[in-house]
């Protein structure tokens, strides 16, 4: 499960392996080897990787399939506007894919 979340969140995101290994400071082998399910990431590793991702370490290994979006830096006046938004996109089928 570990492995598959990881590709998946990599692909959603546009990295390739070489972009998720620069930005984690590890090889690409390892980003394949993670992929594949050859080795786990340590802990420290799993850490970077949900903060890489903008999820949570739950998440990564299949404990929460809720995603989250990060919002931290914006203003407070427009998270509830980009609320009102993600609410009317739930209750609308028309506008999911």
Do not use: C
Not at 11 to 25: N, P, T, Y
Not at 27 to 47: A, G, Y
């Amino acid at each position: 499960m570990l492995n598959e979340r990881i590709k998946q969140l990599r692909i959603e995101r546009g990295f390739s392996q070489v972009d998720l290994a620069a930005k984690l400071g590890v090889s690409k082998q390892s980003v394949s080897n993670w992929e594949n399910d050859n080795i786990q990431p340590s802990i420290e590793m799993l850490l970077k990787l949900s903060h890489a991702f903008s999820v949570s370490t739950d998440y990564l290994l299949g404990e929460d399939s809720r995603k989250f979006l990060e919002i931290t830096g914006l203003p407070e006046k427009f998270i509830p506007h980009i609320q009102q938004i993600i609410d009317d996109i739930k209750v609308k089928p028309s506008l999911k894919k």
